[in-house]
Structures are given as structure tokens and as C-alpha cells.
């Protein structure tokens, strides 16, 4: 039985403890030990925390963006190096371990990075990491981490609902040993008393929900009309909607919107003091083109783009050899810098992104077209924010933004201690239904909802590393589990992936992992990796050309961009056997009723990436590749290393010719070569 007690409900301050035997409660009162330097007074949800951190007790931060949920994070970090103990920070994206790596790097000196394909400083005291990093921790190192780690940080606690990840975030916590005290940095969550309930539940140990009531900076919604130019208001914070606003505002905007549109619309937020501003763009390619349009604006005074001009140029001159390709990048976003306007997306590389990161903070940049990047973690708040669309794509199909994200994105207007308000301006470049734009304004929040997406890699990594019966156990305990939900459905679809990767050959009828098992956990980063290890346990590469395998994998990676289709250069004999691979998995999942009897098999190969990665592995610099395949730098950045990544982990593997390990090898090698000799494409 779980127990709770509301100890604070007041000043913008929320705090309930929640408990599973009377005996384990105690209040806690005082001021916390230790100020952590701080010129400022803290608000009373970030003392309540530290005060809970002082008394060695999991946290629960449900607190609103921008209202300080870090201070609670440096914190408990600043506690665990005073008693000596480790302390894991996780975060659910590279981009923001990277961030927190650099942040806590600078204030604390001891500090390493885990990110799957980069590692620094593994044995500090001071570990960022990925999810899945720390999902592969907890299963090979318990002891050690029951023994030396005091807290782990979980940061964006709330991609726990995530449909593609949640589920590696909720065994994480499942398998975490009890000893180690739990920080969950969240958006606010309505459901908090069920989570908090089943942590408790499941750990045994008391758990303190804290959080704020309301935003600290208000928010106003407006909507731009592409016809009359106006800028309507049509909700305040958390208010209703104004229908008959919303209504009008509509009807006033019929006709496409452009440059001029644009224009009018970033002139008129400059003269009202609402800039910065952050665009979110459904798009990578839409960021770069709208920043094209208003390319001839400028949005800084005289001084300021003096000092921006310095900034591009100090970063320029750093464009030694081993730096020549970030500098390029620069340099090509150049012009649009100098007016106080930038881009910011995942196909940017890092040194670029940080680039443009500090100079939005510091107040080079004014307008940033960005996609939802900067809504995830990354310390970039902005006076107002844009959206020119309320669709995405996820990587399987376009859609509307969940009420969560949208939240979360527009919570970036509104920078504390510089703005009275945040502005919310929807100015869409898409027709839209008025009842999705009043679900998406209206003001209560989703329930924080858990996945139960068990794939073919999750059973096959538990046959590995523990057993089925383990996976069974851990389904159990989850939040899912808990929630009522019911797992039947779940196990009778495992029981189908079960019977499949048994009949197939990739695990024994005593559920052990086999050769062809073991090959496709090594590709389980790549989304074909059960295609992947048919493929290389058959020998069909067995006598391959290095040029035909660089060719296949690159068939085989991820598309995350529009590009050219190398039609006219692929090996049709390659194409064939890869489509042949990928189509039998196809249909052992719809001999095993896995997928629709009715469904239609579509080929995932990949033709972008084919002459470029080819060109590369050649010696040919990524800027000319780039120029000619219309490719960003960054892109092809990554698929260099993920190329190089799957080849390693593949080359360690078993049940494959050894000519073919050793091709990976050295494909792999020459590879890394090329990261090596540019500084710029380094932790990425």
C-alpha cells in the first residue's frame, strides 16, 4: 500500500510526499546545506528539493518550462562529489548530453560523456549519458553502481511516454538497485500521483513530487492573419481560448504566406520588444528556406552587429586544416549571421550549433529558424516563438504535434528575469482544423502515457544478457502493467516475435541467441537489423568488393532527408539482394500474423547516401560532397559514423566469413580516419 501526504500547497509551490509505510515518512524542514554559490534566492519548489536531496530521498520534478528545474539538477550533483559518490546525468538525445556534458564540464571538472558511439572520460565521477547507455550499465555493472552511485539524474523524465523509447527509460528504472536515489526532471504531468505510486511501489523507498503551479512567465497566444497582416490575441497563459478570435483570425488568413508576410510580421514583433524569437519549421530544409526569404533583413543595431561580425570572424580564423569543414559551414551560413539571423537543426554539425547557441544566449542572433530541436532540454529561451506549422514528420509519416510537445515548444517563450511575458504566434503555412488548434491551446494537460513497444532487439538482448523470464518479470513491473493496461495483447505479439526469431534461426528452441542472433543484436542501431543479420549469415558477401559493401550498408541506413537518389549508380545485383533480405523478414512477420495479412511489402533501401559515402571513403572532402549530393555537412557527417559504428560492432561478431569481418575492419578504419583528420566532426 502506497501512502501520501501533501506538505506544501502554496507560493507557486507544490510538494507531496508519497510513501509505502507510515514508518518510512519523516518532514523535512530548514533551509538546505548548501547554496551552491547562488547570487539569488531560490524559489520554494528548488529549496523543498534540495532539502529532500539533503535527507537522501528520490525526487519527482514536475516543474514548468524555464522555471529552473537545472538548479535542482546541479544540486544533487554538487551533494554526490561532497560524499564522493558517482552521479549519472541521462538525457533521451546526443544533442542534449553534449550540452550537459560542456555545462557540467566547466562547473565541475570531473565529468564524462557516454553517448553509444563517443566516450570520454568513462571512470569520472560525473557521468552524461544516453538512455540506452544506461540501460546497458544496469545490466552489466549493478553492483558496481549499487556501491559507488549516489543519484541518477533523469532528464526530459517525461519521454518515458516516448512510443519508439519509452520503454528502455521504463526498465532502466525498473532495474535500477534500490540503493541508488532517483532525480526525474519532468514537464508537468497531471498523472503524477500514479507514477509517483509506482515508483514507490516498485523501489520500496519514499518518493517527494515538487513542482510549480504555474508557468513564472505568462504566455499569450496570438494568431497571425496572412491576409490583413493583423496579430490577433486569442488566449492569455492558462486561460480559455477566445473562439470568436480564433474564428476570425482564421478566416483572415486565405492566401499563401511569403517573404512579405514574413517580414511584416518579424518587423512588427522587432518593434513591440519581442524579439529574439525562435521559428519552429516542420523541416530541415524549411528552416534554410524561410531563413533564405527574409535574408535581405537585418535585426541588429549598429554595435550589435559589430560585435557579431567580430564573433564570425574569431570562429573562422580557428579554421585550421583539421577544422576545415565546420568552418565551411559557417561560412555559408555567413551573410544571414551577420543580420542576426541563424538556423539550428540536427543536421548542423556540433561545432556549428554551439556556435550559433552562444550566440543566440549572448544576443548575436534575433531570429532562429529552428525545428523542434531547441524545444528538447537545450538552454535556449527566447522572448516569442513562431510556429509555421502544427505537423511533423516522425520518421514514419506526417502528423500533428502531441499536446505534450506543443506544450513544450511553446514554453520556450519567455526568458526569466527579462520578460514580463512569453508570445506564442501561430502564423501556419498549412490549412488547419479549428478543433485541433482549440485541442492544442486547450488548458489541461495529457496524462503522462507509458509504451509497452517490445521489439525483436529487446527479446533478443535479454536472451543474451539475462533471459526471457527476466523480460516477463520486468513487463510485470511496469508502469504500463500498473496502469491497468493489461498484457495480454503484449504477450501474445512477443509470443509471435518469440516463435519467429526461434523458427528463423536467430534464437534456439531453449531460447539462446545464435549466430545469426548474435549478428543482428550487433546491428540493432540500424532500423534493419534482423534484414542485416539474414543477410551476412547467408555469405552472400562473402567475396564482396569493399566498394559493393560500402555500397549495401548505405542501401540500408536511415533516411533523415530528402536528397538525390542515386538510381543511375546503384548495382541492381546489390539492390536485389538487399530488397530480397529485407522482404523476407517482411513476410516471416506476416507468416507469424505479426503484420495485416493484406499488407503490401514496401522496400526500405536507401538511395541518397550511396555516391556520397562511396565518394568519401575515397578521399574526397565532405564540403565537395556536400555541394554536389545537395546534402548538409552534418548529415553526411553522421552517416559516415554510422556507417563506421555498424561496421565495427558488425566485425565483432560471429557466423560470417573472416574476409568479410576484416573488409568491416578496415572500411571501418579508414572511416574514423576521416573523423580524425576533422576536429569539427568529433562528438557529434
Known amino acids: ?152 539524474i533523469v532528464d526530459e523524465g517525461h519521454f518515458i511516454g516516448n512510443k519508439e523509447r519509452g520503454f528502455v527509460w521504463e526498465e532502466t528504472i525498473i532495474k535500477m538497485p534500490r540503493e541508488v536515489r532517483m532525480c526525474i526532471l519532468s514537464a508537468t504531468l497531471p498523472n503524477f500521483s500514479q507514477i509517483a505510486m509506482w515508483l514507490v511501489e516498485l523501489k520500496g523507498i519514499p518518493l517527494h513530487v515538487i513542482g510549480t503551479t504555474e508557468r513564472p512567465i505568462p504566455l499569450e497566444y496570438c494568431f497571425h492573419c496572412s491576409d490583413t497582416q493583423r496579430v490577433v490575441h486569442i488566449k492569455m497563459a492558462d486561460g480559455p481560448v477566445n473562439k470568436n478570435a480564433l474564428k476570425t483570425a482564421m478566416s483572415e488568413s486565405k492566401k499563401n504566406r511569403g517573404k512579405k508576410e514574413l517580414q511584416n510580421l518579424l518587423h512588427d514583433m522587432e518593434a513591440k520588444g519581442r524579439l529574439p524569437v525562435i521559428i519552429y519549421c516542420p523541416s530541415r530544409k524549411t528552416c534554410d528556406s524561410m531563413s533564405q526569404l527574409i535574408a535581405s533583413s537585418t535585426f541588429l543595431d549598429e554595435t550589435e552587429e559589430k560585435l557579431m561580425k567580430e564573433a564570425v570572424e574569431i570562429a573562422l580564423s580557428l579554421g585550421d586544416e583539421k577544422l576545415k569543414t565546420a568552418m565551411s559551414e559557417i561560412n555559408d551560413y555567413k551573410e544571414r ?174 531460447n539462446k541467441i545464435t549466430a545469426k542472433g548474435s549478428i543482428a543484436l550487433s546491428a540493432r542501431f540500424n532500423p534493419n537489423y534482423l534484414a542485416i543479420g539474414e543477410l551476412l549469415s547467408s555469405n552472400a558477401m562473402s567475396l564482396m568488393q569493399y566498394s559493393g559493401i560500402i555500397e549495401i550498408f548505405s542501401m540500408l541506413q536511415k533516411s533523415d532527408e530528402a536528397g538525390n537518389e542515386d538510381t543511375k549508380s546503384v548495382d541492381s545485383t546489390h539492390r536485389k539482394l538487399v530488397e530480397t533480405q529485407c522482404e523476407k523478414i517482411f513476410n516471416y512477420e506476416k507468416k507469424y500474423g505479426i503484420v495485416r495479412p493484406e499488407a503490401v511489402f514496401s522496400s526500405p533501401v536507401v538511395l541518397n547516401y550511396i555516391t556520397a559515402m562511396r565518394d568519401i571513403y575515397r578521399g574526397k572532402p565532405i564540403p565537395e560532397v556536400s555541394e554536389v549530393k545537395y546534402m548538409y555537412k552534418g548529415s553526411l557527417i553522421k552517416k559516415v559514423r554510422e556507417l563506421r559504428l555498424l561496421l565495427e560492432s558488425l566485425s565483432k561478431s560471429y557466423g560470417f566469413s573472416n574476409y568479410t569481418k576484416e573488409a568491416f575492419r578496415t572500411i571501418a578504419k579508414t572511416l574514423k580516419n576521416v573523423e580524425k583528420n576533422d576536429i569539427s566532426m568529433l562528438e557529434l
Open 337 to 510: 549571421l551577420l543580420r542576426g539571423i541563424a538556423v539550428h537543426h540536427s543536421s548542423l554539425m556540433k561545432f556549428t550549433k554551439e556556435f550559433i547557441e552562444e550566440c543566440f544566449v549572448s544576443g548575436g542572433i534575433k531570429v532562429i529558424f529552428s525545428t523542434e530541436t531547441l524545444a528538447i532540454g537545450l538552454n535556449m529561451p527566447a522572448t516569442s516563438v513562431i510556429f509555421t506549422s502544427i505537423e511533423k514528420f516522425d520518421g514514419e509519416r506526417k502528423r500533428r504535434y502531441e499536446k505534450s510537445e506543443f506544450i513544450q515548444m511553446a514554453g520556450r517563450a519567455g526568458r526569466r528575469g527579462l520578460d514580463s511575458q512569453g508570445t506564442v504566434v501561430l502564423s501556419l503555412t498549412e490549412t488547419v482544423n479549428e478543433k485541433h488548434l482549440l485541442d492544442l491551446l486547450s488548458p489541461t494537460s495529457e496524462d503522462l502515457k507509458c509504451q509497452m513497444n517490445i521489439s525483436y532487439k529487446e527479446i533478443l538482448f535479454y536472451a543474451k544478457t539475462s533471459s526471457l523470464q527476466d523480460l516477463q518479470e520486468t513487463m510485470n513491473l511496469s508502469f504500463w502493467n500498473f496502469s491497468k493496461r493489461g498484457l495480454e495483447n503484449i504477450f501474445a505479439m512477443c509470443n509471435k516475435k518469440l516463435e519467429l526469431l526461434k523458427n528463423e534461426g536467430f534464437l534456439t528452441n531453449d
Open 1 to 152: 500500500m502506497v501512502f501520501s501526504k501533501v506538505l506544501v500547497n502554496e507560493n507557486n509551490c507544490y510538494h507531496e510526499v508519497f510513501y509505502n509505510s507510515p514508518n518510512r515518512f519523516k518532514d523535512i524542514k530548514g533551509q538546505p546545506l548548501h547554496n551552491l554559490g547562488l547570487r539569488y534566492e531560490l524559489d520554494p519548489f528548488q529549496r523543498r528539493a534540495h532539502l529532500a536531496v539533503d535527507n537522501n530521498e528520490s525526487v519527482l520534478i514536475t516543474a514548468h518550462t524555464s522555471a529552473g528545474k537545472t538548479v535542482v539538477a546541479d544540486y544533487v550533483i554538487a551533494m554526490c562529489l561532497r560524499k564522493k559518490m558517482r552521479c549519472f546525468y541521462t538525457t533521451p538525445i546526443k544533442a542534449l548530453s553534449n550540452q550537459k556534458y560542456n555545462e557540467f564540464k566547466e562547473k565541475y571538472g570531473d565529468v564524462g560523456l557516454l553517448t553509444g558511439d563517443v566516450t570520454i572520460s568513462p571512470n569520472s565521477s560525473v557521468l552524461v549519458m544516453t538512455a540506452e547507455v544506461l540501460r546497458e550499465m544496469v545490466f552489466q555493472k549493478k553492483e558496481s553502481l549499487k556501491n559507488e552511485t549516489a543519484y541518477v
